[in-house]
């Protein structure tokens, strides 16, 4: 889901990227600014990173990075791999910069709270 609307120029976007699983809530942020409006919805942004990363993937780094991952590169293996100087420069070259991913992981929940939970009673 995106939390941007249509701009020109470079301006930010951000993406919660959700794993669906019954043993944990984990999700991911992702962040960055971008130089096209393409890149404002979480198709668009899919797209550019898949392009990116599979340049990326033909270089040195990007190859050991695959491997490290087990052939199966996803959002997790990316924010280890934000900062790493040739991947930044494939996504700059497409028009987007500043690239962050933060992970959150709660293997604690039960279930009972979620976001539409009533926190409270006014009567």
């Known amino acids: 889901m995106s939390k941007t609307k249509s701009k020109k120029g470079w301006h930010p976007v951000m993406f919660i990227i959700p794993r669906v699983s019954r043993d944990e809530n984990t999700f991911a942020m992702v ?3 971008v130089a096209d409006p393409v890149f404002d919805t979480e198709t668009g942004f899919l797209r550019a990173m898949h392009v990116a990363l ?64 009533v926190l409270g009673e006014a009567e």
């Open 54 to 117: 599979s340049a990326w993937f033909k270089t040195s780094e990007g190859q050991a990075a695959w491997k490290r991952s087990s052939k199966d590169f996803n959002v997790g293996d990316l924010s280890e791999n934000t900062q790493d100087r040739g991947l930044c420069q494939i996504l700059l070259t497409m028009g987007i910069r500043g690239l962050e991913v933060e992970t959150f992981v709660d293997t604690n929940a039960t279930g009972d709270w979620t976001y539409d939970t």
């Open 31 to 33: 962040t960055a600014d």
